[in-house]
Every structure is written in C-alpha cells, then in structure tokens.
C-alpha cells in the first residue's frame, strides 16, 4: 500500500511538474539607468506560434504586454510620462491599441496582478507608441530599455511589430 501511494505520488508530480515550471518560466527583464536612477521592467515572454498577434488586435484592446503575472516597472526615480509625473515605485503596464496601428502603454498603480482579465480603468498616464516593423522577426516577446540623452527609451518587439516610445526619469 505504501508503495502504491509512493508511485502514485511520484506520478502526480511528474505531470505537475511541468506546470509549475511554466508559471516561473518564460520571464524577461529589461534594465537601465537613467539619470543616476535605476528602471528595471518584469515581464513574460509569450510565443507567437505562428500567430500575427499584434496585428490582429482590434482598437479598444487592453493587452497585459506579456503573460502570466502582468508585467510590472519599477523605478527608483519619479517617472515623467507626457504630462504626468508619477511618484518612484512600481506600477503595471498596459498595452492599449488606439487606431489601425497606433498603441499607447498606460501605467496602472495596482500590482501583483495575474492573468486576465486586463485593467480597463485607472490607468494613471499613458505613453504613445509609435508603431513600425523591424528587419527581423522576435519568436518571443522583448522588451528592451535604454538611456537616450536621459530619457528612457522603451522597445516592445513581438513577430517583426516593434512599438517605441520614451519617458523621462528623475
């Protein structure tokens, strides 16, 4: 009997297993210092699988930019987003398609925040996006940042879109 719950245990956790690791697994960061001032970017890394994902999404769409726990920034210094300054800390990204090609990414306050369904409000600034197709084609989604004369310039690539945008950082 003992050795029966052990094999079944064994069994259990090898189907498991792969589960687990799935939830961990697939997640990127994108690092910089701007202005003295370290911005670090936590996201998921979904697969295209052949799909033509941001392509396909309709205007109004409110996508996590990522998977899994939504992706998250955090910055040591105050961010200047248009006409907004938000407070150094953490907020939650949010991509929103606006028109036929043109997306901004809207910072939410709530964090810890997994899976779907995505914010649809309380967004605290939002970011333009400018939308354009890169030479190469990203199978997983990246996100990169980098210091441009002081502001921080963001890439979001997924497939060959690349959506660009900066903000500053004090």
Not at 44 to 66: E, F, I, N, T
Not at 81 to 98: E, I, M, N, R
């Amino acid at each position: 009997m003992k050795l029966r719950m052990l094999v079944l245990s064994m069994v259990a956790l090898c189907l498991a297993a792969p589960a687990f690791a799935q939830g961990n697994a697939a997640r990127g960061k994108a690092e910089a210092t701007i202005n003295g001032k370290k911005v670090t970017i936590d996201y998921g890394r979904p697969d295209l699988k052949g799909r033509d994902m941001l392509s396909q999404a309709q205007p109004g769409m409110v996508w996590r930019l990522g998977m899994n726990q939504a992706t998250q920034i955090e910055s040591e210094g105050g961010l200047m987003v248009g006409d907004k300054t938000l407070p150094a800390g953490k907020y939650t990204l949010w991509a929103k398609k606006v028109g036929d090609k043109n997306w901004t990414l809207a910072f939410h306050p709530k964090t810890g925040i997994w899976g779907a369904p995505p914010m649809k409000e309380g967004f605290v600034a939002e970011l333009p996006l400018t939308m354009t197709t890169a030479n190469d084609s990203a199978e997983q989604l990246v996100i990169s940042l980098a210091d441009m004369q002081g502001k921080a310039g963001i890439t979001i690539q997924w497939g060959t879109a690349l959506l660009k945008g900066s903000f500053g950082v004090k």
